[in-house]
DNA sequence: CGGCTACTATGACCGCTGTCATAGCGAATG
DNA sequence: CATTCGCTATGACAGCGGTCATAGTAGCCG
C-alpha cells in the first residue's frame, strides 16, 4: 500500500474503521490516531468536520468499489455476469475467513447512521453506490446483457451482496455470501445469453 | 396498536429510534421520552443497561418481522415465492412513499453498529435474521419449493431485500426495492415448480 | 531579513451519554 | 398499622464527543 500524504491516510483511516464501528461510534481523534497524523491537521485538511471526513471517506469507499470491477473483469478466463458476482462475493469471503468479521461496507454503515441526521452524507451515499452500480452494469453490457436490463441487474447484485454481508457478519459466517453467488449465477448468466 | 406497558413501549421505541439513528446515537433518555416512559424505569426494567434494551429491540424487530410473513400469505390470492417476495419489498415501498425514508430495518442497524464491539448484540441480530428467515423458508416448502433449497432462497431473498432498503434510503427512491422484487421473481417462482 | 503560507500543537469548552446512588411513592400483604 | 415490593424520581458523576481558539513551527518567496 502506497504511502500517501496524512491527508489521504485519514480519509482511508476513517472509511476503515467506519465500516468496523460505524459513523457515530468512530471518533475524529481516533481516526487522527489510526492514520498516524496529527490531530491539528484534522481541522486544516477538513475544516467542514466530521460531517467532510465522512462523506470523503464514503466517496473513497465508492470509487474503490468501482475500480474493483475492471479487476475482477481481469482475473475471469471468460467473463460471465455470474462469474463477476463470485468474484465480487469472493473478495469479501476472503477477507472474512482470512481476518474475521470486523468490517463490512462503509457505506452501508453511513446509510444506516447518517441517512436521516445528515443529508450530505446520504447524498455521498448515493452517489457512491451510483459509481460502484455504474462500471458494474457497463461490465454486463460488455458480457452481452442487453442495455434495458444492465442498470437493474447491477442493483441487484449489489442489492444481494450488502444484504449478504449483513447477514454474514452478524452469523460470523459466509454462508449468505456463497449462497448469495451460488443461487444468483444461473440468473445473471440466463440474462446474457437473451441477446 | 394496542396499548401495552411502559416496558414493551419502551423496547418499541427502542426499535424505532434505533432504525433511525442508528443504535449510537440513540440515547436511553430520549427513548425513554419517545416512549412515554418514566426515565427512572430504565435501569428498573433494563438492568442490563443499553445493551439490554438494545439487544430485546432487535429481538422484537425478528420476532415481528417473522410474523408478518403469515399475513403476506394470507394476502395472497394464490401464494408463489415471487409474490412472498413483492409483498414483502410492498412493505416498504409504501411506507417510504407514505411517510418517507426516515427508517431503515433495525436489524441491520444494530449490526453494523454492533457487531464488532458487542457480542451480545451481534447474537441477538444473528438470532433475528433467523427468526425471519426461518417463516420465509416454510412459506417456500409450502408452495412447492424442495426442501433442500427453502433454506437458500429465504436468505437470498432477506439478503436482496436488506439491501436494496439501504440503496433505496440512501437515494431516497424507492427504485431498489421494486427492482430487486421484479427481477427476483423469476427465479423464486421457478424453483417452485421444480417439485 | 521580513513576511507569507502551509501545517501542526494543545488546551479548553460545552454538550451529551450511560450509569449509579439515593430517596420517594403507593398499594398489596401479613 | 407495619413491612415489603414494584416502580418512579432526581441529581450527580465521570467520560468522551466534536469543535474552537490560540499559538507555534517550517519552509518558501520576495
Same mark, same amino acid.
Given at each position: 500500500?502506497?504511502?500517501?500524504? &496524512?491527508?489521504?491516510?485519514?480519509?482511508?483511516?476513517?472509511?476503515?474503521?467506519?465500516?468496523? #464501528?460505524?459513523?457515530?461510534?468512530?471518533?475524529?481523534?481516533?481516526?487522527?490516531?489510526?492514520?498516524?497524523? &496529527?490531530?491539528?491537521?484534522?481541522?486544516?485538511?477538513?475544516?467542514?468536520?466530521?460531517?467532510?471526513?465522512?462523506?470523503?471517506?464514503? +466517496?473513497?469507499?465508492?470509487?474503490?468499489?468501482?475500480?474493483?470491477? =475492471?479487476?475482477?473483469?481481469?482475473? %475471469?478466463?471468460?467473463?460471465?455476469? +455470474?462469474? %463477476?458476482?463470485?468474484?465480487?462475493?469472493?473478495?469479501?469471503?476472503? $477477507?472474512?475467513?482470512?481476518?474475521?468479521? +470486523?468490517?463490512?461496507?462503509?457505506?452501508?454503515?453511513?446509510?444506516?447512521?447518517? =441517512? $436521516?441526521?445528515? =443529508?450530505?452524507?446520504?447524498?455521498?451515499?448515493?452517489?457512491?453506490?451510483?459509481?460502484?452500480? +455504474?462500471?458494474?452494469?457497463?461490465? %454486463?453490457? #460488455?458480457?452481452?446483457?442487453?442495455?434495458?436490463?444492465?442498470?437493474?441487474?447491477? /442493483?441487484?447484485?449489489?442489492? /444481494? %451482496?450488502?444484504?449478504?454481508?449483513?447477514?454474514?457478519?452478524?452469523?460470523?459466517?459466509?454462508?449468505?455470501?456463497?449462497?448469495?453467488?451460488?443461487?444468483?449465477?444461473?440468473?445473471? #448468466?440466463?440474462?446474457?445469453?437473451?441477446?
Amino acid at each position: 500500500m502506497s504511502e500517501r500524504g &496524512p491527508r489521504e491516510r485519514m480519509v482511508f483511516s476513517a472509511a476503515q474503521l467506519i465500516r468496523r #464501528d460505524g459513523v457515530a461510534s468512530t471518533g475524529m481523534r481516533e481516526v487522527a490516531a489510526h492514520a498516524e497524523a &496529527p490531530r491539528g491537521s484534522l481541522q486544516h485538511y477538513f475544516p467542514g468536520g466530521k460531517e467532510q471526513l465522512v462523506n470523503e471517506a464514503v +466517496g473513497w469507499a465508492g470509487r474503490y468499489a468501482g475500480n474493483r470491477v =475492471a479487476r475482477f473483469l481481469a482475473a %475471469l478466463p471468460e467473463p460471465t455476469p +455470474g462469474g %463477476l458476482f463470485a468474484e465480487m462475493v469472493r473478495q469479501w469471503t476472503d $477477507e472474512y475467513e482470512r481476518v474475521g468479521f +470486523g468490517g463490512g461496507c462503509p457505506v452501508a454503515a453511513a446509510t444506516v447512521d447518517c =441517512a $436521516e441526521s445528515t =443529508a450530505s452524507t446520504r447524498e455521498a451515499a448515493a452517489a457512491a453506490f451510483a459509481a460502484w452500480t +455504474g462500471p458494474v452494469a457497463r461490465a %454486463l453490457a #460488455d458480457m452481452g446483457v442487453p442495455e434495458e436490463r444492465t442498470a437493474d441487474l447491477a /442493483t441487484l447484485m449489489i442489492s /444481494t %451482496l450488502e444484504g449478504a454481508l449483513l447477514i454474514a457478519r452478524a452469523e460470523q459466517d459466509v454462508r449468505a455470501l456463497t449462497t448469495a453467488a451460488r443461487e444468483l449465477a444461473p440468473l445473471l #448468466d440466463a440474462a446474457a445469453r437473451t441477446r
